[in-house]
Structure formats: C-alpha cells, structure tokens
C-alpha cells in the first residue's frame, strides 16, 4: 500500500494555483507548481506598496500620472521595467518581489541577508584552536579567554585567505 504524502501549510495543494499555472519545463511531470502568492497579480503587491497613501501622491513621487498610476493598481496595465524600478524605489521593496512575490520584500531584509556571515571553515577552525592550544601553554588562559583567541585566529586566518 503506498504511503500518502502529507503537505504543510506551504505545499498543500490549496496553496499553489491550477494545474496550468506550472513552470515552464519540457515534461508535465517534471514541471513544477508556482504558489499562488507569486502568481497574484503585481497589481495586489502594488496596493500593498502605496498603502493608505493617496494615489496622486504616490505617482507624484514616481514622477508619473495619477491615471497611470491607477491603472497599475486596478491591474488594466502593467508597469514597464523603469517605472517597476521606480515604485520599488518609492516603496521601499525589492524588484523581484514587487514583480514575482518571491522572497525578500523590503531592501532592508536582503542587505541583512548579505551581510550574513560566511560558513566556519572547518580547516581554518582546526588551526585556530591549535594555534590557541600553543598559546594557552606559554600562559594559563580562563575558557573566555581561550575563546576568544580561538575567535582571532580564525579571524586573522580568514582575512589572510580573502586577500
């Protein structure tokens, strides 16, 4: 008997659109669902980006048309790529999720995903520790200490290696 597959929340069925709304793929099969939540219309993110701001005033700020305005938010027209630009700068979000959806919105989350640091090196760590190990027997190191000398070598290692 062959086992049934349970979804979470994100991967139930509900969550992505009908059978047509796939990625494009050469085989059916393989073609994947796209979540419904990329597939709404920009329009949707669009009055989610002005909010309670009046229509004139946003567009004034886009340097653009109120008219043109609305008619991206009422979902009759769709922005080309320099007025995208421009409502992601007037809004404060990214390109991609005002296009797409996807993952970050606002600028201030992907500037925290930048500056996200790098992966231990596991060798550069192994000399680290053996080059504190060395240290903490020329003078007897308290655990803090001992960590925090672990912590500048690594450093030191890492800046070494990156120039």
């Known amino acids: 008997m062959p086992i049934k597959k349970t979804h979470t929340a994100e991967e139930s069925p509900a969550a992505y659109?009908?059978?047509k709304n796939r990625n494009s793929s050469d085989s059916a099969?393989?073609?994947?669902?796209?979540p419904k939540k990329e597939s709404e219309p920009i329009?949707?993110?669009?009055?989610?980006?002005v909010g309670d701001e009046p229509h004139r005033s946003f567009a004034r700020r886009m340097n653009i048309s109120e008219s043109v305005m609305r008619a991206y938010i009422e979902g009759?027209?769709?922005?080309?790529?320099d007025n995208l630009v421009s409502i992601a700068d007037a809004g404060g979000?990214?390109?991609?999720w005002?296009?797409?959806g996807r993952l970050p919105k606002r600028r201030a989350d992907l500037?925290?995903?930048?500056?996200?640091?790098?992966p231990l090196n596991p060798e550069r760590l192994r000399m680290a520790l053996i080059l504190a190990e060395d240290s903490a027997r020329v003078q007897p190191l308290s655990a803090e200490q001992r960590a925090d000398?672990?912590?500048?070598?690594?450093?030191r290692l890492n800046k070494g290696n990156s120039q």
């Open 43 to 49: 329009s949707v993110r669009l009055k989610e980006v």
């Open 17 to 19: 659109g009908d059978l």
């Open 111 to 118: 500037k925290s995903v930048d500056a996200a640091p790098d």
């Open 93 to 96: 979000v990214t390109i991609d």
């Open 76 to 81: 009759t027209s769709k922005p080309g790529m």
């Open 98 to 100: 005002l296009a797409t």
């Open 149 to 155: 000398m672990v912590l500048a070598f690594y450093n």
């Open 29 to 34: 099969v393989k073609a994947v669902p796209i």
